[in-house]
């Protein structure tokens, strides 16, 4: 089990650029989350997926940011454009109902310059 | 509104020096409440999952308990590589299976 998947670790753009981040959840695991950490709001949900369904995405800031799962094994999410302020660690976390607590990649930490 | 505080926001033990973090939530319907280890660089990991009040669970070092009202996180004789963020989240019966996390509390562990 290889767990969740991110990519890229780290990105650093300059602000006006479209910024695209992936995430593989777990095989079989049907819930799909996109979370955002920073040291003054904590961990904050985006959006969340269930079999590739977004089922709840009130915590996406603008419309600027756009997630998509077009299958169940990849899901994106897109900022276009960024701004400084959208500098912050990005994580996406699956979990299957059956089972206990989520289980988070390691994260893109985004740097808009 | 649905509040989780999570107290202190840092704590420094010298090793093998017993504490307990807070995690206090003013929620309805509580489904179960999450803690999590978060280590410098990378998301955060599962622990315990508490359902009911009077509930414990005990891992190594940590025991998690709790009430009706907030949630402990307890840390026996702990050791340098205790150190690291610990997150609580709750997850409400009105809320799919979205978890609402408190601010962590920053632990450092010192030899």
């Known amino acids: 089990d290889a767990g969740v998947i991110q990519s890229p670790r780290h990105e650093v753009t300059e602000m006006g650029q479209e910024v695209t981040l992936r995430c593989k959840p777990i095989s079989g695991h049907d819930y799909l989350f996109w979370y955002r950490q920073t040291m003054m709001r904590g961990l904050e949900l985006l959006i969340y997926?269930?079999?590739?369904?977004?089922?709840?995405d009130s915590g996406m800031p603008e419309d600027r940011f756009s997630a998509k799962m077009p299958n169940a094994s990849f899901s994106t999410l897109k900022i276009q454009p960024s701004e400084p302020r959208d500098s912050a660690v990005y994580f996406c976390?699956?979990?299957?109902?059956?089972?206990?607590?989520?289980?988070f990649g390691s994260g893109t930490r985004l740097t808009v310059v | 509104e649905d509040q989780v505080t999570q107290s202190p926001e840092a704590l420094r033990l010298q090793e093998g020096e017993s504490s307990s973090l807070n995690c206090s939530y003013t929620v309805s319907g509580l489904r179960g409440l999450f803690w999590y280890r978060q280590d410098p660089g990378k998301g955060p990991e599962f622990l315990f999952t508490l359902y009911s009040a009077g509930e414990e669970k005990e891992k190594e070092r940590l025991k998690a308990t709790l009430t009706k009202k907030e949630s402990f996180l307890h840390i026996t004789a702990p050791k340098p590589e205790d150190s690291a963020t610990y997150l609580c989240?709750?997850?409400?019966?009105?809320?799919?299976?979205?978890?609402?996390f408190g601010g962590g509390t920053r632990l450092m562990v010192k030899p």
């Open positions: 989240a709750v997850h409400l019966n009105n809320a799919g299976n979205m978890l609402t």
């Open positions: 997926f269930n079999n590739n369904v977004p089922i709840d």
């Open positions: 976390a699956s979990n299957n109902p059956a089972g206990d607590g989520y289980t």
